[in-house]
């Protein structure tokens, strides 16, 4: 082992002898090469992990580029899906709207034609019930010799609807007896109770009894002909037929 003084020595003299002396500087460079790597080699090694460290960069870089078009390529595909939602919530709306104007369209018609097959319903009724009327009178008088007649009279108390009215009442009058006769197009359980009143008022108005009471109609409400059994009220409807007159 080098003793201190020899390791100072070395320590001072060695750097100017390598600079100066290429024997002295090859020996000390082949005596730490198996120590140390050489320039050639420690650059090499450099060179390899700076082309390594490229690599991996150039990787990342890639691997970051692909998935950056990905991100891209999801959003375009995003923002397509998007507006194609809005078009079809677009269309939907529309569609809705247009269906909405065709069924108030179509509202509007119904109530129209309601309105008008009402009106013709009841100017068919009306017209109906005067010409059964006046064939009633016709037949009845000419050829069994009865009198028809159809009486107006005005009900100042209310007894009939419960407020003043006119009332209209058809009679069949046969060797002193009164039949009251009432035809209409349709009969309610209500009409029953009307018809009924009518009568009523009648006789107390005119003083003379009814022998029978009668509705004549089409269309009858099973309600009705209830009522009508209950107050002595004969129907006729359907092909029923009016006889024993």
């Given at each position: 082992?080098?003793?201190?003084?020899?390791?100072?020595?070395?320590?001072?003299?060695?750097?100017?002898?390598?600079?100066?002396?290429?024997?002295?500087?090859?020996?000390?460079?082949?005596?730490?090469?198996?120590?140390?790597?050489?320039?050639?080699?420690?650059?090499?090694?450099?060179?390899?992990?700076?082309?390594?460290?490229?690599?991996?960069?150039?990787?990342?870089?890639?691997?970051?580029?692909?998935?950056?078009?990905?991100?891209?390529?999801?959003?375009?595909?995003?923002?397509?899906?998007?507006?194609?939602?809005?078009?079809?919530?677009?269309?939907?709306?529309?569609?809705?709207?247009?269906?909405?104007?065709?069924?108030?369209?179509?509202?509007?018609?119904?109530?129209?034609?309601?309105?008008?097959?009402?009106?013709?319903?009841?100017?068919?009724?009306?017209?109906?019930?005067?010409?059964?009327?006046?064939?009633?009178?016709?037949?009845?008088?000419?050829?069994?010799?009865v009198q028809v007649l159809n009486i107006t009279d005005?009900?100042?108390?209310?007894?009939?609807?419960?407020?003043?009215?006119?009332?209209?009442?058809?009679?069949?009058?046969?060797?002193?007896?009164?039949?009251?006769?009432?035809?209409?197009?349709?009969?309610?359980?209500?009409?029953?109770?009307?018809?009924?009143?009518?009568?009523?008022?009648?006789?107390?108005?005119?003083?003379?009894?009814?022998?029978?009471?009668?509705?004549?109609?089409?269309?009858?409400?099973?309600?009705?002909?209830?009522?009508?059994?209950?107050?002595?009220?004969?129907?006729?409807?359907?092909?029923?037929?009016?006889?024993?007159?």
């Amino acid at each position: 082992m080098a003793s201190p003084e020899l390791r100072q020595t070395l320590q001072e003299i060695l750097p100017e002898l390598i600079a100066n002396d290429p024997a002295i500087r090859d020996f000390v460079l082949q005596t730490v090469s198996n120590y140390y790597a050489g320039k050639t080699e420690t650059e090499s090694r450099f060179d390899r992990v700076l082309a390594e460290l490229q690599r991996d960069r150039e990787e990342q870089s890639r691997k970051w580029d692909e998935q950056t078009r990905k991100w891209e390529e999801q959003t375009r595909r995003w923002e397509e899906q998007t507006q194609q939602w809005a078009e079809n919530n677009r269309q939907w709306h529309e569609q809705h709207r247009h269906n909405q104007e065709i069924l108030a369209e179509l509202k509007r018609h119904d109530r129209r034609y309601e309105s008008t097959i009402g009106a013709l319903g009841s100017r068919w009724g009306l017209y109906s019930e005067a010409s059964f009327r006046n064939a009633l009178k016709g037949i009845l008088e000419e050829s069994f010799g009865v009198q028809v007649l159809n009486i107006t009279d005005f009900d100042d108390a209310g007894e009939v609807f419960g407020r003043p009215d006119q009332i209209e009442l058809d009679l069949i009058i046969k060797n002193g007896d009164v039949i009251v006769c009432e035809i209409k197009s349709s009969l309610s359980k209500a009409d029953m109770y009307t018809f009924d009143r009518k009568v009523a008022f009648y006789q107390k108005r005119h003083q003379r009894p009814v022998s029978r009471k009668l509705v004549i109609s089409p269309m009858v409400d099973d309600r009705a002909l209830t009522v009508a059994k209950t107050l002595d009220i004969e129907v006729y409807s359907y092909a029923d037929a009016v006889e024993n007159i």
